[in-house]
């Protein structure tokens, strides 16, 4: 696992290559498959994400747009976007870019887009965690998403005899246009070592603003990143107690294997995801809601990459945090 220092010192080096061009249509080409700017002189390569925003943006459909990428069209994909470009010369598109001596462009965003880097994200959040006895779970980053989780000796309760929670956090951040920054709690669970991501109770901050970097709005947005870490850590008492009632609703346990199907459906998971819930099943049957809920965050442990566990933690929180009738007539009624 990353070390703070490590991580600290990734993010730097990736501030460093970051380039950003917010232009007119106008000003805006694309040739060979490149998008060239007034910044972005040298043209660079989209991402599939960023030529998804930028055909999105210019209504040519997506498989069009990937196709023609993927035939190598390149005269015909040049065609159909500087077409579309023309079409509104005055329109603003906010490029985000990234060189490491070949520039790839990244997203293609709305001139109202507000930059909230994970480089100072990050730092806030360990400013605010400085005065706290906090351990860190995981540092993860990938083109999409920056997350960090962190969990609290200081938060500490049981959900019932020998089952021992450790409260903690869970902050993400897209630069990309995938997410706002949103602060969630996450639940350690002692016992089997399982991690629970409750994103009902998220708070989060849009990157939507005036678009323009200004120091007071971006002050007000860290302020706001601090409060919801905080806010975060005050509602660990009332989780614990929702997880508490989660134990008293309860449904036949010879009937897991449909149980098990109806998350499957519900949350479209695969084959292979569905095994790996039987298996969780297995090692610790429990029929209730959160003895399912635990079930899935087992399960997310055999996930191969951080995203798919996230997930997997993602679900056991809703399957815990959804109205118990609402769970009950959609996955427990069998």
């Not at 007119?24 to 002189?41: C, E, H, N």
């Not at 971006?218 to 009632?245: D, P």
């Amino acid at each position: 696992m990353r070390t703070i220092n490590d991580f600290s010192t990734e993010l730097k080096e990736l501030q460093q290559r970051k380039r950003d061009d917010k232009s007119r249509l106008a000003d805006i080409r694309m040739q060979d498959g490149k998008l060239f700017s007034p910044k972005f002189v040298e043209g660079g390569d989209l991402t599939l994400h960023a030529g998804n925003q930028l055909s999105e943006r210019l209504g040519i459909p997506s498989k069009y747009f990937n196709l023609m990428k993927e035939r190598k069209e390149l005269g015909l994909l040049d065609h159909n976007v500087n077409t579309w470009l023309q079409k509104a010369p005055d329109e603003t598109f906010f490029l985000r870019g990234m060189s490491n001596g070949h520039l790839k462009v990244r997203a293609v965003l709305s001139d109202m887009y507000r930059i909230i880097d994970n480089e100072d994200v990050f730092f806030c959040t360990l400013d605010e965690l400085n005065n706290k006895r906090c351990d860190i779970e995981a540092l993860n980053l990938t083109d999409d998403f920056m997350t960090v989780q962190f969990k609290s000796q200081d938060l500490m309760k049981d959900v019932r005899a020998g089952d021992t929670v450790i409260g903690g956090i869970s902050i993400r951040n897209s630069e990309i246009g995938l997410s706002s920054v949103q602060v969630i709690p996450r639940i350690f669970r002692i016992q089997c070592t399982n991690g629970m991501v409750l994103e009902q109770f998220k708070t989060k901050q849009v990157h939507l603003g005036k678009g323009d970097g200004g120091e007071f709005e971006s002050g007000q947005v860290y302020n706001q990143i601090r409060l919801s870490i905080r806010h975060t850590f005050e509602s660990f008492g009332a989780i614990v107690e929702m997880m508490k009632s989660s134990t008293d609703w309860r449904f036949d346990a010879a009937k897991i294997a449909t149980v098990i199907q109806n998350v499957v459906t519900r949350f479209n998971l695969t084959e292979a995801q569905k095994e790996n819930l039987l298996v969780a099943w297995g090692a610790e049957p429990e029929n209730t809601i959160y003895g399912l809920a635990n079930t899935i965050t087992r399960a997310a442990q055999s996930e191969k990459s951080f995203e798919g566990r996230y997930a997997l933690e993602a679900i056991g929180g809703q399957i815990l945090t959804t109205e118990p009738k609402v769970i009950y007539d959609s996955v427990l009624a069998v």
